[in-house]
């Protein structure tokens, strides 16, 4: 890459990760190299210069608010990690937590998702309740997220995970149960509680 293409692209990184800018970037990565916060800073700058993945979620959190991950699981996936899932990178900018939703195809989660982010203006509380997120008369309901472990794009971008937690939009069965009530039709829709 042509150095001033990548000069460009680690000053637009560190401002957008609002670092100092330093002085003689453009010649020696030694006189980067300063303090160790300095060497991070630039091997950030590095990665997301060359990494068309990780550019492209900070192009849709820029563009959109948000981007939506879809993960899905393939033939040497375990068993106990089969299940598909989609989850929220950026909404902690604005908000401060992030959302989850196991189980639906990717495009049902993109709709879900990006209306439930849409919807909510506070930190939910657990049991919180979406009118309008689902649509057939069903309502949706929040649950915060134990493990975020799954959530990795969310911590590769900000480095940790979002202050106010991953909520997992939770979605009921054909009576009306959520996943941690008794009798919910876990065959006809599994979702494990993350």
């Not at 210069?49 to 563009?63: C, G, K, M, T």
């Not at 939910?124 to 975020?148: F, K, M, N, Q, S």
């Not at 009576?175 to 006809?188: I, S, V």
Request: hydrophobic fraction near 40%; glycine fraction near 8%; aromatic fraction near 8%.
């Amino acid at each position: 890459m042509h150095r001033t293409v990548l000069h460009e692209a680690a000053l637009a990184n560190r401002r957008l990760h609002q670092l100092p800018v330093l002085p003689g970037v453009q010649h020696t990565a030694g006189r980067l190299a300063a303090t160790t916060a300095e060497f991070e800073a630039l091997l950030d700058d590095f990665v997301v210069a060359f990494d068309p993945v990780i550019s492209r979620v900070l192009q849709n959190i820029d563009e959109h608010g948000l981007h939506i991950t879809g993960v899905f699981p393939t033939s040497d996936t375990a068993p106990e990690d089969r299940e598909q899932f989609s989850y929220t990178t950026g909404l902690s900018e604005r908000l401060g937590f992030e959302l989850a939703l196991a189980t639906m195809p990717y495009e049902t989660a993109l709709w879900i998702l990006n209306t439930a982010a849409t919807l909510l203006k506070d930190t939910p509380a657990e049991g919180d309740r979406i009118e309008g997120v689902l649509g057939g008369g069903y309502t949706a309901r929040l649950h915060r997220c134990a493990d975020t472990s799954r959530f990795a794009m969310t911590r590769r971008i900000y480095g940790s995970d979002p202050d106010r937690g991953v909520w997992q939009v939770l979605v009921p069965d054909a009576a009306g149960l959520f996943p941690d009530e008794p009798g919910y039709n876990h065959t006809g829709l599994p979702q494990p509680l993350y």
